[in-house]
């Protein structure tokens, strides 16, 4: 492959933007193509079908399975309130009476002559999905949502935890090497998107939790201090999901790493500005990377589109992403293109980059990514 | 055996084009008839372009191809597709076909009634047809029935494999799982607005009660029952049903595959159903006893065939990217820590390895980092195998007639069968051990994984084709063959490994003596208990052995009998394992450090230098 390389986190400006936004199963779209969403726009509603509940009949009334159709009160198809009596069976000439009592509000939706077992189903669950950010209905998807298409400032972190959240952007540091703690959150961050330096800290997290803040962007986090917010461990890289306050996103990795200059410098730029952050992470077929978007945002002066037809060139600016030279950025000095034999004694491909100090060094290619605009 | 031949042969091959369309990489192989065997020509690879922005995962498959063409000077494709049969002016192949894992492969629940017995059958099955196995559902598995449905419910597998009962046994068992499927109203990964399909192979009187409770909801298929009677496990129609819904249902909605299938009349395999052939049917080639391991960057598989028992199990979380944050979750950092001959601090260790777990595609560029990721791979690999010998059992439930001969091998019902010292051949395959930058490493990774006992041929997959060498094995067995012996494996020599010992022994104390003739000279080693030995016999070589442990260890014949045999080279050499099986590391970290140092400078692990440097600290 004559391109091999890591393409990298996109940090950019102006980019288009668009989002699918897709119901679990088919539903009814209420938008249509053209119109003007915001984050809290419900596009599009389904109903799922309700919580299924089973009880014992046979066993709670002490009958065979063959027999408990006809004790039931309530037949197939028919609805029924929780408390209300499900079945009932008198013996002794009605001297005893068993009673089985609905557990929930629903519909008997089967009963079985086999196992003895009756099925219920509670009301439908409906289930909405909104826009996520502000834009405008490129397409409509019949029955299943929408494609969302805005223009905006775009930042790929490289992890994180927690779902969607929108809030105004704030920076809580002066440089992209300072580690964002307790002190740097405010009581008036409440809503905000709180972005720090080169790491975040347990105890900036728990107090972005106390006053409300919704999201968090750094360099870094330190392993024990994610799995003490998250109060579990992470086995594998699908992430998103998880019920907690504060949106995190990490843009450079794991342990104290500056972040790189032009996310912290963009982030600048956008203080103040609302931004849509997910911080939902899968690492695998199909990679999800964790996600600011700020719609609406112009750049003050006209940015140049890098060109990245050509892959790896020189003067190509990257970051190293392994040790020994982890979350330094460089430069492509030359790309040697015959396999070259590393530290390891692997033989593989390799380029030569010339770190922030001046240093040349060499490094595998697989080993950096393009620094992306 | 492959249990299913879709297509049958009715020209001579000559050359065949396979591919494997994988998660990431999609790979291209050409084999072609080389006088009077089938070898490996080239292969190529691409990027898998099933997500979007492609959409069509024969664009990659296009681009492997195209590869290949480029290296062969071959035309192979047309607009319509790879050109089959060969064309009088050289162009095309005579047969094309592919395995696919792409777009997370195949993805199943199963249930049972018993989560020992039928349920572990169905998951046997599913597995075995190389399916992920997402949960398994069984009356007694502890959970309450909402707590099941929930789960069957969150769940979005690619179809539900249901068995429970034997043929006119108690129904009422297997219908109450099936209620519990049918309330739950499960919907498929793929192809929103779908029935989900479910295959029923349990108790055949219960069929018109599943039928009941399912036809309306899902997509239901019956098959025989997977345990007809108890003492039987028959899981070729499951299976076979299985890659009929794979082509059906998941194959027709993943993007491009209609395309891909009309390309080959071979019907597409799970990728990992293609290995597990390739497995059995080199087991069968061989006459030997084998465990295959594949360990990837999300999932480890790992197979084995033992006389009739094939087994296949996948470690969906244990792997060398994606999830090997999991494998540091389940064996704990000292497990890794074990491995590693030099002091790391614990908190840089776990930030190494979950930056690894982010940017999955950096590879190791100091030894350092080298030594801690394949410490970390013998840990995801020794899991992987303690999880493989927990379903790799004999039929549970089942009384067996024991005989006075059977007194002193109490291998009853639901025990593995997994015999370290039948076993002869050890495969491994996947970057950390393909890719390894000395083979030396990749056979002490399988070495201290797996601990092998008595004497095991160790090997590696050069380039990961048993995929592609499984489904041709389906429609010629002797071309897949021969390709899997002279191209695909690679040898690396066959490991002497004493069991025991059978009673307390020291470190120094006599293991082994080895009397070994190769080209007409004598090579006589004493290896004593805690050491290794490796010895220069290359590839292709064999030697006659007369092996004699002490009598506190056995290769074979019994505690301190002598064994003759004939022994095989490889690349690395014949490696004299003498620490002992089971074995562990020393608990105390200097002495850890001294015996790890010496074991690597034994085999040559990594440089000297280094090892050197490690030694004085």
């Known amino acids: 492959m004559a391109h091999a390389y890591t393409p990298g986190l996109k940090v950019t400006e102006r980019a288009v933007i668009r989002k699918t936004r897709r119901l679990p199963l088919l539903g009814e779209v209420l938008v249509e193509k053209g119109a003007a969403v915001s984050p809290d726009t419900i596009v599009a509603r389904t109903d799922i079908p309700g919580n299924p509940q089973t009880v014992n009949v046979a066993n709670s009334l002490g009958v065979e399975p063959e027999d408990i159709a006809d004790f039931m009160k309530v037949k197939t198809g028919g609805s029924i309130k929780k408390g209300e009596i499900l079945a009932e069976y008198r013996s002794f000439f009605g001297l005893f009476k068993h009673t089985v009592t609905s557990p929930v509000d629903g519909v008997v939706e089967m009963v079985s002559t086999v ?31 929408v494609i969302v298409k805005t223009e905006g400032a775009f930042i790929q972190g490289i992890f994180g935890v927690g779902g969607e959240t929108q809030g105004v952007i704030r920076v809580a540091v002066e440089g992209p090497d300072d580690v964002l703690d307790e ?21 900036a997290i728990k107090k972005a939790a106390e006053v409300g803040a919704l999201g968090i962007v750094a360099g870094g986090i330190i392993d024990s201090d994610l799995i003490e917010y998250l109060g579990h461990d992470i086995g594998v890289a699908i992430t998103g999901h998880e019920d907690i306050p504060v949106t995190v996103i990490i843009t450079e990795g794991f342990g104290r790493m500056r972040m790189a200059h032009r996310t912290f410098e963009l982030l600048k730029r956008l203080q103040g500005f609302r931004a849509s952050i997910n911080g939902a992470t899968q690492i695998r077929a199909g990679v999800m990377r964790p996600e600011i978007i700020v719609p609406g945002y112009q750049p003050q002066e006209d940015t140049k589109e890098q060109d990245l037809s050509q892959g790896l060139v020189p003067g190509t600016p990257l970051r190293i992403i392994r040790e ?50 | 055996m492959p249990e299913e031949k879709a297509f049958k042969l009715d020209r001579e091959i000559t050359s065949v084009l396979a591919t494997d369309c994988g998660s990431t990489t999609t790979k291209a192989i050409l084999i072609e008839k080389v006088g009077d065997e089938y070898r490996l020509i080239t292969r190529g690879e691409a990027p898998t372009t099933v997500e979007a922005p492609f959409e069509d995962v024969t664009a990659g498959a296009r681009n492997a191809i195209r590869e290949v063409e480029e290296l062969t000077g071959k035309t192979l494709l047309d607009e319509k597709g790879v050109i089959t049969p ?40 599913a597995l075995g047809a190389g399916a992920i196995v997402m949960d398994v559902i069984a ?12 789960r069957i419910r969150q769940l979005r597998p690619d179809m539900i494999l249901l068995s429970g009962g034997i043929d006119g046994g108690t129904i009422t068992h297997v219908v109450e799982i099936a209620e519990l499927i049918s309330a739950a109203e499960p919907k498929p990964r793929l192809g929103i607005g779908y029935n989900l399909p479910v295959i029923y192979a349990g108790n055949k009187d219960a069929r018109p009660h599943i039928n009941n409770s399912l036809a309306k909801k899902v997509d239901l298929r019956m098959v025989d029952n997977l345990r007809p009677v108890l003492e039987k496990e028959v899981l070729g129609p499951a299976r076979e049903e299985i890659h009929n819904l794979f082509m059906e ?19 597409i395999m799970p990728t990992p159903g293609a290995v597990g052939i390739c497995m059995q049917t080199a087991s069968k080639e061989y006459d030997l006893s084998v465990i295959g391991v594949d360990i990837g960057g999300a999932t480890t598989d790992v197979f084995s065939v033992f006389g009739e028992f094939f087994n296949r199990t996948v470690s969906a979380n244990l792997g060398m990217s994606y999830s090997i944050c999991n494998v540091l979750l389940e064996t704990g950092v000292a497990n890794i820590m074990r491995w590693i001959p030099f002091d790391i601090n614990e908190g840089e260790l776990r930030n190494r390895i979950r930056n690894k777990m982010i940017r999955p595609t950096t590879i190791p560029q100091t030894l350092d980092d080298l030594i801690i990721e394949q410490a970390i791979s013998r840990e995801a690999l020794r899991l992987a195998f303690i999880h493989h010998k927990s379903l790799a059992v004999g039929l549970r439930g089942v009384h067996r007639q024991r005989t006075i001969g059977d007194t002193f091998e109490q291998t009853g019902s639901g025990e593995t069968y997994i015999d370290m010292m039948d076993l002869g051949l050890l495969i491994g395959s996947g970057g950390v051990l393909s890719h390894a930058p000395r083979r030396a490493q990749a056979a002490m990774m399988l070495l ?9 041929m160790l090997a590696v997959d050069s380039i990961f084709m048993m995929p592609q060498l499984g489904i041709l094995s389906t429609v010629h067995a002797k071309a897949s063959m021969q390709v899997f012996d002279r191209d695909c494996l690679i040898k690396l020599g066959t490991a002497i490994a004493p069991a025991g010992p059978s009673g307390g022994a020291k470190d120094g104390d006599p293991c082994v003596k080895v009397e070994l003739e190769v080209d007409g000279n004598t090579i006589v080693e004493e290896v004593p208990y805690g050491s290794i030995k490796l010895i220069k016999l290359e590839d292709g070589k064999k ?35 003498a620490r002992g099986r089971v074995f562990d590391v020393p608990q105390d970290k200097a002495l850890r450090n001294r015996k790890l140092v010496e074991w690597f400078t034994a085999m040559n692990l990594y440089p000297a230098e280094l090892l050197k440097k490690y030694a004085e600290v």
């Not at chain 1, 002190?183 to 975040?200: E, M």
């Not at chain 1, 000095?333 to 040349?360: F, H, S, Y």
């Not at chain 2, 249902?249 to 019907?267: D, E, F």
Request: glycine share 10%; proline share 7%.
């Open chain 1, 324 to 373: 020994p030279y982890f979350g330094q950025l460089a430069e492509v000095v030359d790309l040697p293109p015959e396999l070259q034999v590393i530290e390891t004694e692997a033989r593989v491909r390799i380029l030569r980059a010339k770190l922030a100090d001046g240093t040349i060094v060499t490094v595998p290619r697989a080993n950096v990514e393009i620094i992306e605009a």
């Open chain 2, 448 to 456: 201290d994984a797996f601990q092998p006992e008595g004497l095991t």
């Open chain 2, 139 to 150: 009356v007694d598995d502890g959970r309450k029935p909402h707590e099941k449905i929930q």
């Open chain 1, 183 to 203: 002190a740097q959150v405010k009581p008036d961050d409440k809503g905000k998107i709180i972005i720090g330096g080169s790491l975040v800290t347990a105890a």
């Open chain 2, 543 to 577: 030697a006659k052995a007369i092996i004699h442990p002490s009598r506190q260890f056995d290769v074979g014949k019994g505690y301190g009998h002598t064994l003759e045999t004939t022994v095989n080279g490889g690349v690395v050499g014949l490696t004299i394992d």
């Open chain 2, 86 to 125: 060969r064309h009088p002016d050289g162009s095309g192949v005579d047969i094309y076909m592919s395995t696919s894992s792409a777009g997370g492969g195949l993805q199943m629940m199963v249930a049972g009634v018993v989560k020992t017995m039928t349920a572990e059958s169905a998951a046997r099955a």
């Open chain 1, 115 to 145: 196992t003895g077992q009756v099925t219920l189903r509670e009301p439908p669950i409906p289930i909405q999905v909104d826009a996520y950010i502000d834009g405008i209905v490129e397409e409509v998807l019949p029955k299943e949502g």
């Open chain 2, 249 to 267: 249902h998941v194959m027709a909605q993943a993007p491009g595959y209609n395309k891909l299938m009309s390309w080959t009349p071979v019907p």
